[in-house]
């Protein structure tokens, strides 16, 4: 129990998530910074404005219902720190994995994504309010894409748990070679789930000044955005558990480094990609993911279907 | 011929060059060599003609009389603009432009700056 | 809640979308924009005004400061209409040195506009390195002038600062690094799939409609209406130069970029035209105090456009009456035209499309009376008598302003 609690809040639960994902967000400040020929910020930049945020004032409008306002930001982080608990970080087997955890990950995962646009939506101000529908229509345009590339291994890996997929790839290597596209499409969707360029639609600085996150300061804001960097962490989790199988074999220190290395070069691969394209309008964006990715992923099913039909034989 | 990710190699190669900005104030800075900075005044050469007060576009200077054929000029950090245009407009040259910019204070009062010409013995700028 | 769905969001005046204030009224539903109404004069100095108080010679340092990025457009245009009225016979060097920093200006503003329209689209990448650039051009301007915005190089009758053979070099070598890299950008513009995207098809307005609703500059050259006051009214040293005039026909945003860029490449051969043919001679000649009775309009195409100044001057040291007509206040009014139907997400970059230099436009303030309907125009007199009568009924009298601040002015 106590060792259970230990796990959930400290490492590799919340502490470690929090603590991880600042790091996180340095190394693609400052790889961003480096690729645009800048300095970029110092490693304590992200607790700093953790801090910062943290210690204003939350100024909450008028209009607005204050018991939706304020519950948002915190589901948001509740359910993606819920979901890493799911994910392995080293060695086969996560912290608590049951058949069937890759549905819940995937449905925990979309959660903040609907209380953005629920925070948006109460947020009761015309930007949010925009803000808040491309979110919504966003998330129709990226999550069929991005649950059938994480769905088509599992088929292939004859099982529903994550711990389980990773295991049944770290075993039979050569077989983890199918899913390369679905590691292209996963990335993709990945962008579009995380908001990021050039899928920051919801968030267009330049258009709707913040989005769903407009009226929102303080405590509240550091929560939405500390969900949001946290999330980075457990999507780059997620795809490293179920497209990178290696490194599972090792014993802790080693297998953490490995895990470490994993994460870090999905959320680098982020960053460039953050940084050579420019911002998609809603339309051009749902064009582009029901013409060119779905297909894609849909291609990446069929090829994991036949494999795992000529395997089985 | 388009191509998605056009700047990859560019953004890529950028990671090894050094960065293109200079780290003010910790890094030294200067404007090249005419940069019209802070006004410099020479009070033994004023006659007191007054043309730059005549031609200053916000009136920050003043040239006074303190004796005979003496004058001292007081200039008005906040409200120059640096255009240097008295410096042009003076027959004698008797001011110049330095290339001094750090000039921000936090009393308004000292941004009144006195140039005084020698007395008999060490001159006294006060600043 | 409402009959229509229709969604009414201020863009502005304060909006990280636009770089100084302006008040767009949309009208959406959904995500098309209906209506669109613009409200300008939020960034009104008074500068008019403010010139018929001062003498020429402090004039040109007040009409350099309309705008910080055709600063040096603003005053050449101010001194030659008040050459044209002394008649006063400037020097060629003083032409060559303004027509050189002119273009040296124009580079600077079409590599700030090509960072600006990259950051109103999302891309970042290209702000930054586009501004890197144009710190080479800073730099060489600094180098020359003596500062890097606001140059006050122009005087009554030429310029103040003559150009050393170092400095010439200084030119030549940083336009050659600047040319490399102006090609680069124009191949990212013509290739990147993400920026074609965004920029083409996205605020078009046709041939026709340009020529109608008075658009100037790069904006009106990108819809095939060639026209550039450079070649068409030459003034300073452009009748010397040889150079192409752009147009594009794709009437779009993306023209618009294409246009600017490939400007750059025609200002960087006319500054080495310039450089390398530099005449010898005076820099000025002697301006009289008190310009003679008449009035002059100049024309200078800056690089948003054509600006005209006109300057009324009765005989005495300081104008009767000056008046300026920025680009952006031509241009403003297509915007309207071309956001019509359109999605809100373009907003931004139609508007950046411009070059919208708002400081340059606001020469006139529209004020609302919620009270009165219809609009009337009074005079300065009317103004200054009603503001005064305006102020007394509320406790305060500043009609005895004037005395009181001259007063005031001699104790510092």
Redesign the interface.
Known sequence: MIGDLFHMLIFPGFLFLVVFALAAEWVDRK?C????????PPWYQPLADLIKLAAKEDLIPESVDRGMFMFTPTVALASVVTASLYMPIWGRQALFSFRGDVIVVLYLLTIPTVTFFLGGWYSRS??S??GAGRTLMQLFAYEIPLFVSILAPALLANTWSISEMSSFYRDHGWLALFNVIGLGVSLVALMGKLER??F??PE??????AGSFTEYSGRLLAMFRLAISVEMIVGATLIGAVFLPFGLDFGPPIGFAFYLAKTLAIVAGLT??R??????????MIDFCWKYVAPVAFVQLLVDLVVKGIVTT | MKRPGRMVREVLDSVFRKAATTRYPYGKYSMPGKFRGKLDFCAEKCIGCRMCMKDCPTNAITIRKVGEKQFEAEIDLARCIYCAQCVDACPKKALEATGDFELAGIDRAKLKVVYRGKPASEPEKKT | MHESHDVKVPIGPQHPALKEPESFLVTLNGEKITQLGVRLGYNHRGIEKACEERTYVQDVYLVERICGICSHSHATCFVQAVEEIAALDVPRRAKYIRSLIGELERIHSHLLWLGVAGHEIGFDTLLMYTWRDREVVMDLLAEITGNRVNYGMNTLGGVRRDISPEQKQAVLKGIDALEERTKYYIGIATEETTILKRLSGVGVISHDDTIRLGVVGPTARASGVERDIRRDDPYAAYDELSFKVITTNTNDVFGRAVVRLLELMESYSMVRQLVNNLPDGPIAVKAPRKIPAGDAFSRYEAPRGEDAHYVKANGTDKPERVKVRAPTLANVQAVAHMLKERYLADLPIVVAAIDPCFSCTDRLLAVVDPHETGSGVITWGQLHSYSIEWYRRRGVDFSRLNETFRAGKDNG
């Not at chain 1, 480096?34 to 970029?40: A, M, T």
């Not at chain 1, 267009?204 to 000044?209: D, G, L, P, S």
Request: charged letters at 25%; zero cysteines; aromatic letters at 12%.
């Open positions: 790889f910074a480096k690729l645009q020929n800048r300095v970029g015309v930007y309010m925009i360029v050039p920051d639609i267009a600085e330049t258009e709707i000044v460039v990609f940084t050579v394209f420019a911002r998609l309008r809603i339309d051009q």
